[in-house]
């Protein structure tokens, strides 16, 4: 049984590929029970983010848990296998280390995938697949990623999706603080953005969200009113800037809804920012003359100019996930020994009280205990030795030095050589 990390990301897989198989985070659960029937996978965890799909495992079989990853999206296998990466054991360790560090995300360093490592740690739990290995794993990974962002400068100066949102709006507008924003979701993304938005004292922000209270809850932090999903047809014409993330599993604008918005606006320009995983806003909509559509693969090449300024720090982030990935080899391997160490155990206590019944008739019997305890200890010894002696005098050639040498390292005897 060794731990695999496999999935796709936004390094080797383009969105359009990355979207087919995101999970709704509601089926996560679900997702991984329909996993664990399968006996080749005994451990498992599924990370789902817009940038990554990941699947954590213990298994002897990790193509089993490959293909379920595409079938359980209705895909043949063959549709993800391109974009695909699989790292066993140790790679598998060091992978997710630098994930949940920041080291492998779209903006380097960025502090919300630790949060989304430590969810999806939580669903595995309560769906029951969060095995020894994994939970063991995890909580190293959470320690790593606290340990790299304490003491390096990993997350100094982050350059954020939504500051990338704020940046590419600004581009098309001279300023933000006569323009109008809808938000749609109240998720964790859209809180920021609408953070960050907010900063830029904009005429109006409105949050459209499938639960009233979650965006009610969002629009009393931000001074902003509310609509419901089913209005953003007849209003949309009404805003400049879109951001919408949510976990929809079809798009909620259409190219329909913004021709219609852009007639009614008589073409005034319209930003769009999708940063939903499927997308919530139609591809072609990105055709129309005055429509600027970004995505998230959009926002990330933004991002790219600001990571110099952090390179330094990944130096020292990579040697400290070097030393944590041998500390974490170090306990699997000794776990695997812990049956043989049990064993042993078990079998040196037959003999102990093999000889400490047969020491305590010697002494019913009324004999001196100076002659019981020497026979005691006699008889222990023999009974521990024998083993290995047999061994060492059964073996022959190559296989007998081996076995010479090992035992001198065992039992800590002086060099003969």
Not at 128 to 147: C, D, H, I, M, P
Not at 195 to 206: C, L, M, S
Not at 303 to 317: D, F, K, N, P, Y
């Amino acid at each position: 049984m060794q731990l695999y990390a496999l999935g796709i990301n936004h390094h080797t897989a383009p969105l359009a590929v990355r979207e087919l198989i995101a999970f709704d985070p509601s089926h996560l659960n679900e997702a991984l029970h329909d996993l664990s029937h399968r006996q080749e996978v005994r451990e498992a965890a599924l990370l789902s983010t817009c940038n990554r799909t990941e699947l954590y495992c213990a298994t002897d079989d990790p193509r089993a848990a490959a293909d379920w990853l595409a079938t359980y999206h209705a895909l043949s296998p063959a549709k993800i296998q391109p974009y695909l990466y699989q790292h066993p054991q140790q790679a598998a360790v060091r992978h997710m280390f630098r994930v949940a560090s920041g080291l492998d995300s779209m903006v380097l360093g960025e502090p919300q995938i630790l949060g989304q490592m430590k969810q999806a740690a939580r669903t595995a739990e309560e769906a029951g697949t969060l095995g020894t290995l994994l939970g063991k794993l995890f909580q190293r990974t959470f320690s790593v990623a606290k340990e790299v962002r304490s003491t390096t400068a990993i997350g100094a100066n982050i350059v954020s999706m939504a500051a990338a949102a704020v940046h590419l709006s600004a581009r098309i507008f001279d300023t933000l603080a006569g323009q109008r924003i809808l938000f749609i979701g109240a998720g964790e993304m859209i809180e920021l953005c609408a953070t960050h938005f907010a900063a830029q004292n904009p005429k109006r922000i409105t949050i459209a969200n499938r639960t009233p209270e979650r965006a009610s809850n969002l629009a009393t932090r931000f001074g902003a009113d509310t609509l419901r999903l089913d209005q953003i047809a007849e209003r949309l014409a009404d805003y400049d800037i879109v951001v919408s993330c949510t976990a929809s599993p079809l798009p909620i604008i259409g190219l329909g809804m913004v021709e219609r918005a852009l007639k009614i606006r008589r073409h005034r320009p319209m930003v769009m920012v999708d940063l939903a995983i499927p997308r919530d806003i139609e591809a072609e909509v990105g055709e129309l003359d005055d429509v600027f559509l970004y995505t998230i693969d959009d926002l990330g090449q933004i991002i790219e100019s600001g990571l110099e300024s952090r390179q330094a720090a990944v130096v020292e982030a990579e040697a400290i996930i070097d030393v944590q990935v041998q500390g974490f080899l170090h306990w699997l391997e000794a776990r695997e020994a812990v049956p043989t160490i049990r064993a042993l155990r078990e079998t040196a206590e037959q003999m102990r009280r093999h000889e400490i019944d047969h020491a305590l008739r010697r002494l019913a019997r009324g004999e001196a205990p100076e002659q019981v305890l020497e026979a005691l200890s006699h008889g222990l010894a023999n009974k521990l030795l024998h083993g290995p002696t047999q061994a060492l005098n059964q073996a022959e050639g190559a296989e007998r030095l081996a076995i010479a040498r090992l035992i001198a390292h065992i039992y800590r005897l002086p060099d003969h050589d």
